[in-house]
């Protein structure tokens, strides 16, 4: 069986070790890590900017904070940091410790999406739309891996589902989409906004971090 065959339909169960991972504390500052971790988080920036410029749908927890915001009568940024603040509490029984990559996500993801909105298109044609939701969901997925791998500490949703991966050993696309489509029903049932975009995200998402996770390369022993 060819190895790109293998790895999308074998992706990867566990997070690699990769020559940018960082081999100390999630607060060391390795300049190849910290660079990585901030690379990957960009391209997740500019992923969810496709997502959301498609206007098919955004991700779920996008969704789940504006129905949130809808219930609550506050602004969906508001939403999303209470959302965050909560997820950030569900670490706890996991035990999962944060690092410098839980502040950056906050930051570089927010920053990214606000630029790269403005640059990417939106197109108004619906396989083009289509076509801008599937590479924005790969670049989720591909920056997701890349951030990840640099082990400074994940953001509080990534952390979330590494910390399940980890205490029950259950796969990384199975921990994802659990959480993909939980938080959607969440936002759907709270009155948030549900589109193709959105469904599709909630299904291919964990594969596509998992796909990305199998062929980051590995660190020499």
């Known amino acids: 069986m060819p190895k790109f065959i293998s790895i999308l339909l074998r992706p990867a169960k566990t997070i690699p070790s990769t020559p940018w991972s960082n081999k100390g504390s999630q607060w060391n500052f390795e300049p190849r890590s910290f660079s990585m971790l901030c690379l990957g988080l960009w391209i997740f920036g500019t992923g969810e900017a496709l997502l959301i410029n498609s206007k098919l749908g955004v991700s779920p927890w996008t969704v789940l904070a504006e129905g949130l915001g809808n219930v609550l009568d506050i602004g969906v940024g508001v939403a999303t940091f209470l959302v965050s603040a909560t997820v950030l509490l569900l670490w706890l029984p996991l035990k ?118 199998a062929v980051m390369p590995t660190a020499a022993n």
């Not at 989720?140 to 980890?166: E, Q």
């Not at 796969?171 to 906004?193: H, K, N, P």
């Open 96 to 213: 999962q410790q944060p690092g410098i990559g839980t502040i950056m996500n906050a930051i570089v993801i927010a920053v990214a999406i606000d630029v790269m909105r403005s640059i990417m298109p939106a197109p108004t044609q619906f396989t083009l739309q289509l076509a801008e939701v599937l590479l924005g969901i790969a670049l989720v997925g591909l920056g997701s891996a890349i951030y990840l791998s640099a082990k400074l500490g994940p953001g509080p949703r990534d952390g979330w589902m590494t910390g399940l991966h980890r205490e029950f050993g259950w796969s990384i696309s199975r921990v994802r989409l659990g959480i993909e489509l939980s938080v959607l029903t969440a936002g759907w049932l709270l009155g948030g906004t549900v589109g193709l975009g959105t469904a599709l995200f909630a299904i291919l998402i964990g594969w596509s971090i998992a796909v990305w996770l």
